[in-house]
């Protein structure tokens, strides 16, 4: 580990080539330290809803987790190939192996090439309705995508990653400089910003972790935020002047009860009053949204909608909390399902009430990365979803040539639905094969 982050010059050992790194489980701090250089991580535990397969997927590294004894049965300088679609590992391949692998690759090379040919093309059902496709993002090395990816902006910038990856913190200048990077990067495109968002298993290197029985349910992203208020004193200014002169959209993570956004609301009007007393620029536009990913917002949905200015639902979360589930924890990973009747009424009640209140509502999560599971959200109301950058081919592909009109519709019928003969993944499934939609 020291060689792959760059500590180990005298150890004496030498780094692989194409190195994959095998561990029981990995946080996504330490995922950061490692970077790029990894071409492959094999972890025993581990969940992909984790925040650190959200890291290995910004950094494109393939993942495979509930791989049971890998660490036993890898021996260092081993072969192993590493299929992250499929969530496989083949340890000490054989030829036969390694030549299905290398078709494999070749007909992803296929498929990226279909996915280039699109990028230009709307992102447009065949009963033409439009869906805006963003991308997820929140370190550096994911922007440079923004431009060749087709994406209509970043849905999501996690802004605690920047902060992960130091061994300090950053200082204002810093950040307002990494912000206005983004904005210019982004290109006039929509970017939003999500405040700070540690604590559970975001935890920073340079602050004392505090010992919380629960940390998913703990004291947490806005949580700290407002008890602590220094740290997103900081962070807001430094958007307010990487943003002058161009729109500012902000959004909270984590908002329990609706008086938490009127809480952050003064705090940034109080931060917008400092910077016109110092004569600095504003934003010509500072638009204030909320996460919903905890269920009790789902109770208070028409204050919610009047005290911001869009939605974004963050489904890794609510999902995790609506269901009791920890999203890291190996032993539920198949337990339960997004594609349910209890999880989907209640992103379509999310729908309506944005519709009744006329806000801009938006979904970023993971369930907008898979082409299936995007087709679900889009057929219970969604038009504007967020995800990493390496789903937007797939995802395009499926919007155009999905009908909507006709998939909602059924999916409208199957939730209401008491008895239902079938479940929602089963007629989704149906309907995909018959009308030969990529999932
Ligand atoms: C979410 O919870 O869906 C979300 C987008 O935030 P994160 O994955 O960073 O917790
Ligand atoms: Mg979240």
Redesign the pocket.
């Known amino acids: 580990l020291r060689i792959l982050t760059g500590q180990g010059l005298n150890t004496g050992a030498e780094m692989p080539s194409d190195p994959v790194l095998i561990a029981r489980n990995i946080g996504p701090a330490e995922l950061l330290d490692y970077g790029r250089s990894l071409k492959g991580i094999v972890l025993e535990e581990g969940s992909v809803g984790s ?1 650190a397969a ?1 890291v290995a997927r910004a950094l494109a590294i393939p993942l495979v987790v509930h791989a049971t004894r890998i660490t036993t049965e890898a021996l260092n300088g081993d072969h192993i190939m590493v299929d992250g679609d499929q969530g496989v590992t083949h340890l000490r391949p054989d030829d036969s192996v390694v030549a299905a692998f290398r078709d494999k690759i070749a007909m992803q090379a296929d498929a990226q090439e279909r996915y280039a040919s699109i990028r230009d093309k709307p992102a447009e059902t065949r009963d033409a309705q439009t869906i805006n496709l963003h991308m ?1 993002a929140g370190l550096m090395a994911d922007l440079p995508s923004l431009d060749g990816s087709g994406a209509d902006g970043v849905g ?1 910038f ?1 802004t605690e990653l920047q902060f992960l990856v130091r061994n300090q913190m950053p200082r204002r200048s810093e950040l307002s400089a990494l912000y206005a990077r983004v904005l210019d990067a982004a290109q006039g495109k929509r970017v939003v910003f ?1 405040t700070l ?1 540690i604590g559970s298993d975001k935890v920073l290197p340079y602050m004392k972790p505090n010992d919380e029985p629960n940390p998913a349910l703990g004291w947490r992203a806005v949580r700290l935020s407002i008890d602590r208020p220094g740290l997103l004193r900081v962070q807001l200014r430094a958007l307010l002047k990487a943003a002058a002169g161009r729109t500012l959209r902000i959004k909270l ?1 984590m908002i329990t009860m609706v008086s938490e956004v009127d809480e952050v609301r003064a705090m940034l009007d109080r931060e917008i009053a400092t910077q016109t007393r110092f004569g600095h620029e504003l934003p010509k536009e500072i638009l204030l949204g909320s ?1 919903i ?1 905890v269920p009790t917002l789902l109770f208070q949905l028409d204050e919610l909608m009047q005290r911001v200015d869009f939605i974004s ?6 999902f ?1 909390f609506m269901s009791a589930s920890d999203r890291g924890n190996s032993f539920l990973a198949n337990r339960y399902n997004p594609l349910s009747r209890p999880f989907l009424r209640a992103l379509r009640e999310i729908v309506r009430a944005a519709e009744r209140n006329d806000k801009p509502l938006y979904l ?3 369930m907008a990365s898979e082409p299936l599971s995007a087709l679900a959200v889009m057929a219970v109301g969604y038009r504007a979803i967020s995800m990493p950058p390496g789903s937007l081919g797939p995802v395009k592909e499926m919007v155009r040539s999905v009908n909507l009109t006709e998939i909602s519709t059924m999916m409208n019928d199957a939730l209401d639905e008491v008895n239902p003969a079938q479940t929602i993944l089963e007629m989704m499934m149906d309907y995909t094969d018959q009308r030969g939609v990529p999932v």
């Open positions: 925040h959200i997820n999501l996690r999500r968002d993570p996460m990913e639902v963050g489904t890794n979360d609510l995790q970023c999560g993971e």
